[in-house]
T-cell receptor, first 115, second 111 residues
């Protein structure tokens, strides 16, 4: 596709349920990031994938959060046993290659609401 | 703990005024970027600075990277209502590829 695509755009779930958020990066981009953004706030780093290297999971807030990237392309962020504090916009970004001049292209995000 | 501190977090000024937004850290970055985010959209890159002391201009926007590559500033001259938005700085951590963001500056330009 022309840009980074995220689905669903909105998700309302009940507390305690599991959710999966999907990210389709720009074709050929080797780097993929997940961020979380609370209302009106900055971006909180969650996880970073680069090619076939082990992902940098240092930003995942708890073991309820996990992410996969299959075939170096599509990524799924899974949140188990959702809590109300998980409510936020989850943003995915991809970049062509890691490097100082690399631009991160963002999707429009998934707005997650836990009720 | 926020790796990148932006200030101010909120700024509301009149059209035509000048403003400066700051992005500070105790860490050294390989490069620093500024993004702008509109409601309901993902951030969009404005500029990347990579050399300590570097200054880049984009029309009425001037970006500066600190000599020690730990801080940056964004200066807007003669602000316009179209400049309204959330401005985010992001640093590429030296020795790693992790891109970390500040908490953002929400800028409102009043006509």
């Amino acid at each position: 596709g022309a840009g980074v695509s995220q689905s669903p755009s909105n998700k309302v779930t009940e507390k305690g349920k599991d959710v999966e958020l999907r990210c389709d990066p720009i074709s050929g981009h080797t780097a993929l990031y997940w961020y979380r953004q609370s209302l009106g706030q900055g971006l909180e780093f969650l996880i970073y994938f680069q090619g076939n290297s082990a992902p940098d999971k240092s930003g995942l807030p708890s073991d309820r959060f996990s992410a996969e990237r299959t075939g170096g392309s599509v990524s799924t962020l899974t949140i188990q046993r959702t809590q109300q504090e998980d409510s936020a916009v989850y943003l995915c970004a991809s970049s062509l290659f890691p490097g100082r001049n690399t631009e991160a292209f963002f999707g429009q995000g998934t707005r997650l609401t836990v009720v | 703990t926020q790796l990148l501190e932006q200030s101010p977090q909120f700024l509301s000024i009149q059209e035509g005024e000048n403003l400066t937004v700051y992005c500070n850290s105790s860490s050294v970055f390989s490069s620093l970027q500024w993004y702008r985010q509109e409601p309901g959209e993902g951030p969009v890159l404005l500029v990347t600075v990579v050399t300590g002391g570097e200054v880049k201009k984009l029309k009425r926007l001037t970006f500066q990277f600190g000599d020690a590559r730990k801080d940056s500033s964004l200066h807007i001259t003669a602000a316009q209502p179209g400049d309204t938005g959330l401005y985010l700085c992001a640093g590429l951590i030296q020795g790693a590829q992790k891109l970390v963001f500040g908490q953002g500056t929400r800028l409102t330009i009043n006509p």
